[in-house]
């Protein structure tokens, strides 16, 4: 949403983690599927379903302190940006339900004001406290949860001249709206860190 161009917080980058005060929200984006028709034995009736593969991971070889710095960095921003991503994720979908709902074009606008001043009164306060490294990430988490960009988000909610206005704001902090996230290539360990995190395995 348009809360996305203020994470890049004039924060220090952080050698030593909290980590006893980071949000503990994650939900694991798990996908059930029932068969239309139940197996029926012996007069009992079975439904079956099928149950999403869940990845397992060999153990990391570090091969340096900097390594093993590097990687409880990534984890400690995941764990601190992820549960941001998916609330995200939450109020964009029960945004579009409420609109849908909506008679008419006047009382959507109304209600996209109303969505954009709660967004800017709950995030602002996390997103100032974020560090670069760490808006740089959330914006890749929310294309991630969301199956849309930052940008994408603003735009169909806020018109394109607003997506362009926050776009050029990221760029002056090196960053885009645009970013996608790519799991099988430059996201891969991201991505091995968040399914990590969403199962509680780290």
């Known amino acids: 949403m348009s809360c996305t161009a203020s994470v890049f ?3 220090p980058e952080q050698d030593e983690y909290d980590w006893q005060n980071l949000p503990r929200e994650y939900s694991l984006k798990l996908t059930r599927y029932r068969y239309p028709k139940p197996i029926i034995e012996n007069g009992d009736t079975m439904w079956t379903y099928l149950l999403p593969e869940l990845p397992v991971y060999a153990p990391l070889k570090f091969k340096n302190e900097k390594q093993i710095r590097k990687y409880n960095k990534l984890v400690y921003n995941v764990k601190k940006v992820l549960p941001i991503a998916q609330r995200v994720n939450a109020i964009i979908k029960e ?6 709902m909506l008679p008419d074009k006047k009382s959507k606008e109304e209600h996209i004001k109303a969505v954009e001043r709660d967004i800017k009164r709950q ?3 996390e ?8 808006g740089k990430l ?3 988490l ?7 960009s930052s940008y994408e988000i603003v735009k169909a909610f806020f018109g394109p001249a607003r997506a362009a206005f926050y776009q050029i704001f990221a760029w002056t902090m090196r960053a885009s709206l645009k970013k996608k996230y790519d799991s099988e ?4 360990m991201v991505e091995r860190v968040v399914r990590q995190v ?3 395995l780290i």
Do not use: H, W
């Not at 997103?127 to 760490?134: A, I, V």
């Not at 290539?185 to 891969?188: A, F, I, T």
């Open 9 to 11: 917080a004039q924060v």
């Open 123 to 125: 995030f602002t306060p």
């Open 127 to 134: 997103m100032k406290k974020l560090t670069y490294s760490q």
């Open 95 to 100: 945004t579009y339900e409420t609109l849908e």
């Open 142 to 148: 929310v294309d991630r949860e969301c199956n849309q």
């Open 198 to 200: 969403e199962l509680g």
């Open 185 to 188: 290539n430059d996201d891969k």
């Open 138 to 140: 959330l914006i890749k």
